[in-house]
């Protein structure tokens, strides 16, 4: 057993474009390690990410001492405090009930159509030109409007709530930043939360039935309902629920784009699209990390991690462990068994994975088979994102053979073959807590 040496590498680009390769050199050195670099342990692999995402003696909260954190970042830090999150249970299973509610499988299937129509919007405004930005065409804009209409937000209010929303994920996704970025967080996060407060309270437009604002503006009137926590909650899931997504679907494609031989299987076996998310999440997660704290001294794999320790758990290494997953570098649609962890494990399983899920599966089924001829465009690497958290690329430009006018109907059909109205699109793969 080697040396590992520090996770911090992973921000370098040359790492990014490599950074399977990299996890694999950490694993195959320790799959848990104290990093000297990060002041944290950091887990690779498999049996003991899963183990640790749910241990008890493991907290989630992030900022257990707000005032040790730096001024310029404590106002963000306080928000965060009070999402669920950043909780333990109790609070969390409190925190996590009522936007739970607008989150069941059964209740995204409901945005279908919406989902359906937003991205056949963008397709064929896209069709005659030859050529795209997945990122900035598709996979930004998409997720953003599918979680401002669950949440009721009105059309000219969208663009400021995704510039607010870029700096806190960014903030949340590193450990860290300057002051100055630090305190563009913290602003940012208030902007958000003084225009929610706004959104929630305020009685010119009544709330739309049947979305997240109907169900938190009647929490809201509840006196025993702590409106700070509703309000902290719902930036939680504007950022996440945009910010994710958007990752996903620009790894996912660029993993089929690379693997083309796995995409004309696709275009050829529609039923395997499910199959085929699930394997596209453990391939390149959009959320690489899930971050722990030591309740109390604890063995964890052999190891003791001291109170108040950090324990970094690594799910994009996990998802490539050759323990679990056979051939873990390969893209395998029909790959047997094996639970990957990009959408976390445990009692802070991902509450809008079925949402992700169905929006992946509504995006890739429409890029397989409306754009043909779809490949790479130009000659330069794609870039990513910054973080050793979020794992997202800034570009990806793609070209394809421009269509005059394509012919939609009312659902796509491939996704009609392999997810029937009203199911769950991975509903065999689905979390109990999902």
């Not at 702590?226 to 899931?237: F, T």
């Not at 050759?322 to 068994?337: M, Q």
């Not at 001829?373 to 421009?402: E, H, K």
């Amino acid at each position: 057993m080697g040396t590992p040496t520090s996770l911090l590498r992973a921000f370098r680009p040359q790492v990014q474009e490599r950074l399977y390769d990299f996890y694999e050199e950490l694993r195959s050195a320790d799959d848990l390690f104290w990093d000297r670099s990060l002041r944290a342990w950091v887990a690779t692999g498999h049996a003991v990410v899963s183990k640790a995402a749910g241990d008890p003696g493991l907290s989630s909260v992030r900022y257990p001492d707000i005032e040790a954190v730096s001024e310029e970042l404590r106002p963000l830090a306080r928000v965060l405090s009070r999402q669920m999150l950043y909780s333990d249970a109790p609070d969390h299973s409190r925190l996590r009930a009522l936007i739970s509610r607008a989150l069941t499988p059964r209740a995204v299937q409901t945005l279908r159509a919406r989902i359906f129509e937003a991205v056949d919007r963008i397709i064929t405004h896209a069709a005659p030109t030859g050529r795209m930005d997945i990122v900035a065409d598709l996979a930004r804009p998409l997720p953003l409007t599918i979680i401002c209409d669950l949440l009721d937000v009105p059309q000219q209010d969208r663009p400021a709530l995704a510039a607010w929303s870029e700096p806190v994920a960014e903030a949340i996704g590193n450990f860290r930043l300057d002051a100055d970025r630090n305190r563009e967080a913290s602003q940012s996060m208030t902007d958000m939360l003084a225009y929610f407060r706004e959104l929630l309270t305020g009685r010119d437009t009544p709330p739309a039935a049947h979305t997240l604002r109907a169900l938190v503006s009647a929490q809201a009137e509840n006196t025993d309902q702590d409106l700070d926590e509703l309000l902290a909650n719902c930036a939680l899931l504007l950022i996440a629920g945009h910010e994710t997504t958007t990752h996903f679907i620009g790894n996912a494609t660029l993993a089929l784009l690379r693997h083309p031989e796995a995409a004309d299987q696709l275009r050829r076996r529609p039923e395997l699209l499910p199959a085929a998310v699930e394997e596209l999440l453990r391939y390149d997660a959009p959320v690489q990390l899930m971050l722990r704290t030591a309740r109390h001294d604890l063995d964890l794999a052999g190891r003791t991690i001291a109170e108040g320790q950090t324990v970094l758990l690594v799910g994009g290494a996990a998802n490539r462990d050759p323990a679990v997953f056979a051939d873990p570098h390969v893209l395998d649609f029909e790959r047997p068994g094996g639970r990957h962890m990009s959408f976390g494990h445990g009692p802070h399983f991902c509450l809008g994975a079925a949402l992700a899920r169905l929006e992946g599966a509504i995006v890739l089924e429409a890029l397989l088979t409306r754009l043909p001829g779809l490949r790479l465009d130009g000659t330069a690497p794609p870039q990513w994102q910054r973080s050793l958290n979020f794992r997202g690329l800034t570009r990806l430009d793609v070209a394809f053979t421009p269509q005059s006018s394509i012919p939609t109907d009312s659902s796509p059909s491939g996704l009609d073959h392999a997810t029937p109205v009203g199911v769950c699109p991975v509903a065999g793969h689905r979390e109990q807590r999902a």
